[in-house]
């Protein structure tokens, strides 16, 4: 692919709701003089994103299908990018790159995706790159100062989540170590997320810094920029010794009952967040450095990235009658 390319078709992997997204990518190949189209796989066509373009009906991230079917999209649909939005759609989308190699795809390697997406591997790499996690407190028993959180290893969009007050409460997540990372609970918490980009030569083009507010379901609905030298050391310095690439969205957590600032790294999704379009909002234009990688055309990595840049999310109805968009 190159930049004369005057024609785009990106595959949406689980981008039911990404209306916003999808229309910052139009107006980023418009800037760059290429017209992009948009088409969404899915389980259910009847979505939001149907108003941007062709849905088409999948399998589940699992099916021992799936690869051959998305094949057989990228080939009908003449589909030249594959953007994953949902975390088992990652995976899917790295393996399909492996095997078939004729899209561009902007996410890291099959095995820093699998890594990412199982939290006790990913807290293992944070811990042995020295980034600061919010690690258990032993009390003067050697028991951890208590309530702690167990996390689902393989758990995604604070699903299945439980607070622990007890070391009775404890034993059963401890039995089963293999499946729960345990953590300090931090009662008085204040969460960022930072929307990164790397190029797949391994530049890093953005990293833009905000404050989490509301949460519904699992996605931000409220969120702020915002400027934070700690927050992007911390997040270059995890970019680069775990060797990232593509769109990354980082996760950090701040104990606001202690005296200084102290973020904490939780996760990595090695995708676009929902909220990312704050960030494009505050000029940290993530769609473009798509286009533009997908492209071949170089850039220049994200500067001035104004802080302060509030977002209020809301829904929309998009209505369908007889399966058939109105």
């Avoid at 399998?59 to 939005?85: C, M, Q, Y």
């Avoid at 699998?114 to 990913?122: G, N, R, S, T």
Wanted: aromatic share 6%; charged share 20%.
């Amino acid at each position: 692919m190159n930049k004369n390319t005057k024609r785009l078709n990106i595959l949406f992997l689980g981008g039911a709701k990404r209306v916003s997204i999808a229309r910052m990518l139009k107006d980023a190949g418009s800037r760059l003089g290429t017209d992009v189209g948009i088409f969404s796989y899915e389980l259910d066509t009847r979505v939001p994103i149907a108003i941007e373009g062709p849905v088409i009906e999948g399998l589940r991230w699992g099916d021992s299908a799936i690869l051959e079917h998305i094949h057989d999209t990228v080939v009908d649909r003449d589909i030249n990018v594959i953007i994953p939005f949902v975390d088992p759609a990652v995976g899917v989308a790295a393996r399909y790159r492996d095997k078939y190699n004729d899209v561009f795809v902007p996410v890291g390697s099959t095995r820093s995706v699998e890594q990412m997406f199982d939290k006790i591997a990913a807290d293992e790499a944070f811990s042995q790159v020295g980034l600061p996690r919010p690690n258990l407190i032993p009390g003067p028993g050697g028991e951890p100062v208590f309530p702690v959180i167990a996390k689902p290893r393989h758990g995604s969009a604070s699903k299945g989540l439980v607070v622990v007050h007890s070391t009775e409460e404890l034993r059963p997540y401890i039995a089963s170590r293999a499946t729960h990372l345990v953590q300090r609970y931090i009662a008085n918490s204040e969460e960022y997320t930072v929307d990164c980009y790397v190029s797949l030569d391994g530049e890093i083009k953005v990293v833009s810094p905000r404050r989490r507010g509301e949460v519904s379901g699992g996605e931000v609905t409220t969120t702020v920029t915002v400027e934070s030298p700690e927050i992007v050391n911390l997040t270059v310095k995890a970019l680069k010794a775990l060797d990232l690439r593509g769109a990354v969205t980082v996760q950090f957590i701040v104990d606001k009952s202690q005296p200084d600032f102290n973020p904490m790294i939780m996760e990595i999704n090695p995708r676009l967040g929902g909220g990312v379009v704050a960030s494009v909002h505050a000029h940290a234009d993530i769609p473009q450095y798509i286009i533009a990688d997908a492209l071949g055309i170089g850039t220049e990595p994200c500067q001035n990235i104004v802080a302060g840049t509030f977002i209020a999310r809301y829904q929309q109805e998009v209505v369908f009658v007889n399966g058939r968009r109105q």
